[in-house]
């Protein structure tokens, strides 16, 4: 690694643990994000860097520590940057030159949890040796920001004091504030089965509505890891009232975008909703309108980000995929 001083191999292997030292203290909470940030430069000098966690509830990303970016800069590249993106695409338009951008995976293929932005020092770049170690280290720093980026997400849910919530463990619903999320868990089996499969897949959150008596709620289920929570891996579960679906979208509307964000034809969905494919074609050039998305790709992208789907089959008893 050029960036080390003599580069010798103990010099590059003490360099490598350090990173993993500094990572398996923060996941302990001995230690900073901030620290990881200065731990890397044991690999590549770099005059600006950043370390983001995905946060699936609003398709951002989220600073977890940065070098060089004032909060000003920090905050854009949080309102700007969507899941896995090019940082050429949002930053370098803005004058920043030379960036590198990392993406961090909990494995190849697997979970996406943010990414690593840096410009190295050198106006060359970096070097292949450099840019490898880095890649090699996404997996590593990608736990880092799963553990401590959905937190404090969580921790803004659970201080909102109008906010009903439970925790589902092990099958079994434990009641945290209000009654209406422990009594939907209780009266929609959909919602438990949804639980279940949020761990199962790895996913950090998924919502949608439910409706009971007339009355929707907005339900979003977030995975608590036990190594947050010292516990065994729960979901918390939220209930929030609504007056009206958002969009102005109708009970059928939300059927038929539900079934289009799960990649289903137009007669697929007529077969599912026992309908003729005329209504639901009528029903997805309506959905084009109130989304103001000119393709069913559009409209199910929107509804993945924003967890506009029916938390249970249309119809039915079982739950669309949700957002991962």
Avoid at 31 to 42: E, F, I, W
Wanted: aromatic share 4%; with cysteine.
């Amino acid at each position: 690694m050029a960036a080390i001083e003599g580069g010798s191999d103990m010099a590059d292997i003490c360099a490598l643990v350090l990173v993993a030292e500094t990572v398996a203290a923060v996941l302990c909470g001995e230690a900073d994000v901030s620290d990881v940030l200065a731990s890397l430069k044991g690999i590549v000098q770099f005059d600006t860097a950043m370390l983001s966690s995905f946060d699936p509830a609003g398709a951002l990303h989220q600073p977890l520590a940065q070098v060089g970016y004032d909060d000003v800069v920090a905050a854009y590249a949080a309102s700007g940057l969507r899941a896995r993106p090019t940082s050429a695409q949002v930053l370098q338009p803005e004058g920043f030159r030379g960036i590198v951008t990392v993406p961090l995976f909990l494995e190849p293929g697997a979970k996406y949890t943010g990414q690593l932005v840096l410009r190295p020092r050198d106006e060359d770049g970096l070097t292949d040796e450099e840019h490898e170690v880095l890649v090699r280290l996404a997996s590593l720093l990608a736990r880092v920001a799963d553990v401590r980026g959905p937190r404090p997400w969580v921790d803004e849910f659970l201080t909102r004091p109008t906010l009903d919530t439970a925790v589902v463990r092990g099958g079994q619903i434990e009641r945290l504030r209000g009654d209406a999320a422990f009594r939907l868990c209780q009266s929609h089996p959909d919602l438990l089965r949804s639980a279940g499969r949020l761990i199962a897949d790895g996913r950090i959150a998924a919502s949608g509505y439910v409706s009971e008596a007339d009355q929707w709620w907005r339900i979003t289920l977030i995975r608590m890891a036990a190594d947050l929570t010292g516990e065994a891996t729960g979901v918390l579960v939220t209930a929030e009232r609504q007056s009206s679906l958002p969009h102005g979208l109708t009970s059928r509307e939300l059927d038929v975008l539900s079934l289009v964000a799960r990649g289903a034809s137009n007669s697929e969905i007529a077969e599912e909703l026992a309908v003729s494919v005329r209504t639901i074609t009528t029903h997805v050039e309506r959905l084009f309108l109130k989304l103001g998305r000119p393709s069913r790709a559009g409209c199910a992208g929107l509804a993945e980000a924003q967890g506009l789907v029916r938390l249970g089959r249309p119809g039915g008893d079982s739950v669309p995929s949700g957002r991962s």
